[in-house]
């Protein structure tokens, strides 16, 4: 498996404030790697640095073999690299299928290829299928994390940034996002989760960063990062 995304040693400030310190990490095609960490932590400032919507001082972000650090954002979604922004961000006025719709407007595989995807979002997806209609702003909060995965999917990405799909979800929903999202990658999507719920991100997860004030403090194996007696007690509460 190679690597599809190097993080190398990137530094990123909000004005005097230093949230990322030397942050390096990799992702290999075909994995779940999940950034842990709590509030606070650095890790959506790690994501937007990622999808090109913060630039660090310093440091490179290397995806498919090419930097992407001094990128636009637009043009970082057109190489196949979506992100699932925290709190989901769906267009409430819009219907379920317009998300669906602005997903996919910065591809130019055509119609044909972009009608696939529509069925291959609704299989996975079956709930956004019945709600297509339904104005986004009125769907409950999982339907809305759905529906924000579903939209990044209609970008065709090779990988997914996932920014705390499972914040205020019922622990039933949360169950059901995260199987989502094992199915995404066995379809051969590789994926970047960003977590608080450190359990469940283990569970599904390959390999694991744990992400403490701005800089990696732990990496590992998702299973050996489970049972680290440190790990437990900070992130799994035993
Ligand atoms: N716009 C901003 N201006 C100044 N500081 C910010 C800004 N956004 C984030 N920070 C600071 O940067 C640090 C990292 O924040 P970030 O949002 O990346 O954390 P996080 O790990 O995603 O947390 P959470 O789990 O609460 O979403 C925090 O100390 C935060 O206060
Ligand atoms: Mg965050």
């Known amino acids: 498996m190679g690597e599809i995304l190097r993080v190398d040693n990137i530094n990123v400030y909000y004005g005097s404030i230093h949230a990322i ?26 994501m937007h640095t990622i999808s090109g919507l913060m630039k ?9 073999g090419q930097s992407i650090t001094k990128m636009e954002a637009h043009k970082i979604i057109r190489l196949g690299l979506a992100q699932v922004p925290e709190g989901r961000r769906v267009f409430s006025g819009l219907s379920v299928q317009e998300n669906l719709e602005m997903g996919a407007y910065t591809r130019k595989d055509g119609p044909a290829a972009i009608q696939q995807d529509y069925e291959m979002v609704f299989d996975l997806l079956p709930r956004l299928k019945e709600r297509r209609t339904q104005q986004a ?18 970008c065709k990405p090779k990988m997914l940034l996932l920014d705390e799909p499972s914040m205020g979800l ?23 989760l960003v977590e608080q719920n450190a359990k469940m991100a283990l569970e599904i997860a390959h390999r694991a960063y744990v992400l403490e004030t701005g800089s990696i403090k732990m990496e590992g194996e998702a299973h050996a990062l489970a049972n680290n007696i440190e790990v437990r007690k900070a992130y799994l509460g035993c």
């Open 21 to 46: 310190k030397d942050v390096s990490f990799h992702v290999n095609e075909g994995e779940i790697v999940t950034l842990i960490g709590a509030n606070g932590a650095g890790k959506t400032t790690t």
């Open 56 to 64: 660090p001082k310093s440091g490179d972000i290397v995806y498919m």
């Open 137 to 154: 702003g009125t769907l409950s909060g999982g339907e809305q994390q759905m529906l924000a995965i579903g939209r990044a999917l209609m």
């Open 170 to 192: 019922s622990p039933l929903l949360v169950k059901e996002v995260f199987k989502i999202i094992k199915d995404i990658n066995r379809q051969g999507v590789t994926v970047l």
